[in-house]
Structures are given as structure tokens and as C-alpha cells.
């Protein structure tokens, strides 16, 4: 069934470990709460993802990331300040076993804040979610409900309708003794901190 973003059946259905499809603020993306392991693993299960490679996980704010015993030094914190809202994910140590379900080992996750006042809105409400592009894992991205029901019909709880304005996901970067790497090149442009 096809929702509007605040719609409270979709707000409830992710603090209960659903799992649907959505836009974000860069492609369709399939996501679940970052905090029920559960809706997480539906990710990695429907879209057949590699069980190596973590989610992104979108908050409303930077004071999110304590929830996930996040240590933000002054120089990340310094970027965030001038990257967020936007399209960047920025990679972060989470080493905490609390967070192996999303972590996936690798000891980090990376964050982004959606630079869009609707899924801002909509994350206060739900919390933190985690999220991938939603498509098969080495398929093309959807770009409209229609394209991401073919794929994965029945099998999600929800679908929110919508529009993208982007057809490439996010760029990922990691920062590291000061220094930004630009870990995936994908829409957004990075601000650097003077």
C-alpha cells in the first residue's frame, strides 16, 4: 500500500520493525529504525545485500549520533556543522558490539542529514533509520514507486509516495587525522572547512 510520508501507519510500522520504500533526499531508498535489528536485517534480506556492507543510517541531528556512542572530535564535528543538511554521508567509528547488526563488523557506520524539511520532520518522529538504495544489490536504482514495486512487491510493509530529486545516491566520505577522503563520488558537493 502506498502512504503519504507522515502518515502515522508508517511512522508506527518502523519503530515496530518495518521495513518499506521511500524517497530520500537523494534515490528510493528501503529502510527500517536504525535501532531494531530486526527491520534491519529485512534490508540486507530483500534487497539480496551483501551482509558485509552496512546501511547508511539518516538522523535529524548531530546530537543523534550519541545514540549510536559516536565520539565526534572537533574537526568532524567542524565539518558536519558545515556539511549537514546535505547529501554526504559522513563515515564515523562505531565500535560498539550493540551495533554489530549495522556495523556489520567493520566498526563504523556512515550518517547523513537529509537536507529536506519533510524527512527531517518525519525522522524526529521515527528516530534515526537505516537505509540503501532500493534495488537489488548490483542493479540499476529505481527512480519512481512503480519501478521499486516491481522489484519488491508485496515483500516490504510499506511504500511512501513521492519523488527524488536525484537519480545518484550519496557521496560518502571519511575524515581521518583532519583530512576528508571521498570514499563513494555521488551527488552533493563537499564544503570544506576553512
Not at 566520505?173 to 572547512?193: A, M, N
Request: hydrophobic letters at 35%; glycine letters at 8%.
Amino acid at each position: 500500500m502506498i502512504f503519504e510520508l507522515d502518515n502515522p501507519t508508517v511512522v508506527s510500522c518502523i519503530k515496530n520493525g518495518g521495513c518499506g520504500i521511500m524517497p530520500t533526499d537523494t534515490v528510493f531508498g528501503i529502510v527500517a529504525g536504525a535501532f531494531s535489528k530486526d527491520g534491519v536485517e529485512k534490508i540486507f534480506k530483500l534487497k539480496k545485500r551483501d551482509s558485509a556492507k552496512p546501511p547508511v543510517i539518516l538522523v535529524s541531528t548531530i546530537a543523534d549520533l550519541k545514540n549510536f556512542k559516536v565520539d565526534v572530535d572537533k574537526g568532524t564535528n567542524d565539518f558536519l556543522k558545515k556539511n549537514w543538511p546535505g547529501e554526504i554521508s559522513v563515515i564515523m567509528p562505531c565500535v560498539n558490539k550493540e551495533f554489530y547488526y549495522l556495523h556489520r563488523g567493520k566498526n563504523s557506520l556512515a550518517f547523513r542529514m537529509p537536507d529536506n524539511k519533510g524527512i527531517i520532520s518525519f525522522l524526529k518522529k521515527t528516530g534515526p533509520i537505516a537505509t540503501s538504495s532500493a534495488n537489488l544489490q548490483g542493479k540499476s536504482t529505481v527512480t519512481t514507486i512503480t519501478q521499486a514495486q516491481k522489484i519488491f512487491k508485496d515483500k516490504v510493509d510499506f511504500y511512501v509516495n513521492g519523488k527524488t530529486a536525484k537519480t545518484t545516491a550519496s557521496t560518502i566520505v571519511k575524515i581521518q587525522g583532519g583530512k576528508v577522503e571521498i570514499v563513494r563520488k555521488g551527488s552533493g558537493k563537499i564544503y570544506p572547512v576553512k
